[in-house]
């Protein structure tokens, strides 16, 4: 008997319908039938079901003698599935790689609950990709089962069929089955939800649902709509039945009503003509089905009163959502003036000679090259001020107590911005903000270069996409500095930012902490045996995919490849880390203590400093690690897709900072043998330090305040000019 049957009803689904069985057939974890419902489908549907039977035995095909519609289509394949666990897959949708793998997995540790959960992300057809907005309740839901009455946020979730699966036995000794209609999906969730004794979730995304340019069959306009009546009857009626459920009546009350209004609300639904009917069948059901004590109060009151007061009150949030928006740009138009009046005032007052600007990160808080400066200076140099540019106030709280900041376009911003002598960014200030003369603007970058940057992207249209690269090098001219650790990364930036402004050899300020061998907590924070070997992965983002996100590795199986006494750590790029990336796998993998997720980690420099060795592909995370001496692997599976799209300023594959893998066979045998840390891997870790690392020597930071903000002479790499530019201020002058 298989673990699972998944029954894939199709109608009129021709060009999705190979990419959803392939989704599902070529699944790591293979103990599945499943059961494809040719819905009497015109186009070529049956077809190709027939042609995947023909040469995989798990593919069953039911051809149905007439259209019966999704629910009853499903209801068909019913009977002929043998799996523990059902699961409906709409035909246009797809599973995520290893899906069923992460579901059989928590089913097992949740002891084979009568209903699992789990999270989804819609995919659009123009590339993007938006996670479930909800996807939280999953994890606060915890790791144990429950019922709705534990635990009832679970029904915020959408109620449809297709992010859940269930237990077949649950659903045949409760006889659950799909009425006909246009929202069949309604009258089988709540009744299934309801009754279920053991319910678990699954914070993983494991299906991606298609939102198709013309929307679903639901985005339809059409009188079908009124089904929408029918099935909530249905679900009142098995309320009925079950009295043991009568305490949700006022939740299910209120819920249908919310529904019908949001329906009538689309404007794509209903046609105008049937719209009153609807709104007058809807109240009517709302007033026939009201239990006592229910609370009727917001947007569902209006089903109290009459078609014409429900408009009048449309027309009236319309109006006032417009005047609000109007208002809007009013007010927004008044304070910029009048926040450029007052910069205006403090830009005729002399610069603060020691008032220096941070800001890191676009503004995300204390982080990177400017808070290694930022700390030096403190100690070294407490005469100099130094306020923190944040975007948002929950950036501000993030930083440490006592730190003096401002946020992002508001009026003390304008101020501390109009009288600071010293600006120090690893990224580019906003265009708004105007560069006085006499100011000093450091740039510390983030990292050395090995993908494309700035004007080096015009000729990569998917690298720079939304990316106004002019606008970017004009914002670049307000440099006085640009930060370096190596020639590489001097040659690079004059290359890719062809402004004015000279490049100081002062090394990374941030590799200060790698170089002197800095404290770190990061093990005791998260329990990590002070004997495990740690294993960090660190991969970067892909510009061939507009997600930026693509799992190059199993990380449950390379956890479980590396074996008792390693720790896998893992660390996404900065960029995904709000995105859909955590949810195909890595958040659940970190709850069930597989591996460590250290994308949310401020502070990069702890995460190195516990690392014993570094995995990754081409994040330039490398180039920081290599100041440890620590053995390095490239994983580069995919290099000359990333190269093709990004671009790069060498080949990694033939000079790198260790041992290289094509694959993850390779990467396993590397491990599995110990030749990641072999002698050859410490002669080309040496040959890649002696390149990368030429300017880190443990004093950047320092040299940066000494030099750039005091004036003052200290010894280390000279001071390099890029040919035509001017000199900048004259204490760096070179010997």
Known sequence: MPRFSVIVPCFKVQGFLRECLDSVLLQSFGDFELIAVDDRSPDGCGAILDEYAGRDPRVKVLHLPENVGLGRARNAGMPHATGDYLFFLDSDDTLTPDALRAIADRLAEAEDPDVLVFDYARTYWWGGTRRNVLAEVLAEAGPGTFTVDEFPRVLDLLMVVWNKVYRRDFVTENGFEFPPGYYEDTPWTFPVMLSARRIATLDRICLNYRQRRQGSILSTTSRKHFDIHDQYERVFGFVEQHPELAHWRPYLHRKMGEHCLDILAKPDRLPPADRAEFFRRTARMFRDRRPEGALVDGEVGMLEGTWTGYRIKRQAV????????????????????????????????????????????????????????????????????GVWAVKDAESAAQLPPGVEHVIVGSRRYLEVTARATFFVNDVNWP?????????????????????????????????????????????????????????????????????????????????????????????????????????????????????????????????????????????????????????????????????????????????????????????????????????????????????????????????????????????????????????????????????????????AAERVVRTLLLGEPMTGPDVVRIPGQPAGRDTLAPA
């Not at 403090?346 to 995300?364: E, G, I, K, Q, W």
């Not at 990569?460 to 106004?468: E, Q, T, V």
């Not at 020639?487 to 002062?506: I, K, Q």
Request: glycine content about 8%; charged content about 25%; aromatic content about 8%.
């Open 318 to 385: 319309r109006a006032g959502r417009e005047a609000a928006r109007r208002a809007g740009v009013v007010r927004d138009a008044a304070a910029a003036r009048a926040r450029s009046g007052w910069a205006s005032v403090h830009a005729c007052r002399p610069l603060d000679p020691h008032l220096v600007v941070y800001s890191a990160s676009s503004h995300r808080g204390m982080l990177g090259d400017p808070a290694a400066v930022y700390a030096k200076a403190r100690e070294i140099a407490p005469q100099l001020r």
């Open 431 to 699: 265009g708004t903000l105007a560069k006085r003369p006499g100011t000093v603007h450091v740039h510390t970058h983030q990292g050395t270069p090995l993908k494309h940057m700035g004007a080096d992207l015009l000729d990569k249209p998917g690298a720079r996409l939304g990316l106004d690269v002019p606008q970017m090098l004009r914002r670049a001219d307000r440099w006085d500095y640009s930060l370096v650790a190596n020639r590489h990364s001097e040659l690079v930036w004059e290359r890719a930012y062809p402004c004015h402004f000279a490049s100081v050899r002062t090394g990374s300020p941030r590799n200060d902490v790698l170089v002197n061998g800095g404290p770190g907590d990061f093990r005791e924070r998260f329990g990590i045996p002070a004997e495990n070997r740690v294993v960090l992965y660190a991969p970067t983002r892909r510009d061939y995919r507009r997600s930026g996100h693509v799992d190059r590795i199993d990380l449950d199986r390379f956890a479980a490849d590396l074996g008792e006494g390693h720790t896998l750590v893992v660390r996404l790029h900065p960029s995904l880390a709000q995105g859909p990336a955590r949810g195909m796998g890595l958040a659940e993998l970190a709850r069930r203590g597989i591996v460590v997720d250290a994308t949310d980690e401020p502070r990069v420099e702890d995460v190195l400093l516990a690392a014993d060795v570094l995995v990754t592909d081409y994040s330039a995370v490398m180039f920081d690690y290599a100041n440890l001496d620590r053995p390095i692997v490239v994983h580069a599976d995919d290099w000359p897709a990333y190269r093709a799209s990004r671009g790069a300023y060498f080949d990694i594959t033939a000079e790198p900072p260790g041992h290289v893998t094509h694959s993850y066979r390779d990467l396993a045998r590397l491990f599995a043998s110990g030749t990641w840390q072999d002698e050859e891997s410490a002669r080309l870790r040496a040959c890649f330090r002696s390149r990368f690392c030429e300017f880190d020597d443990g004093r």
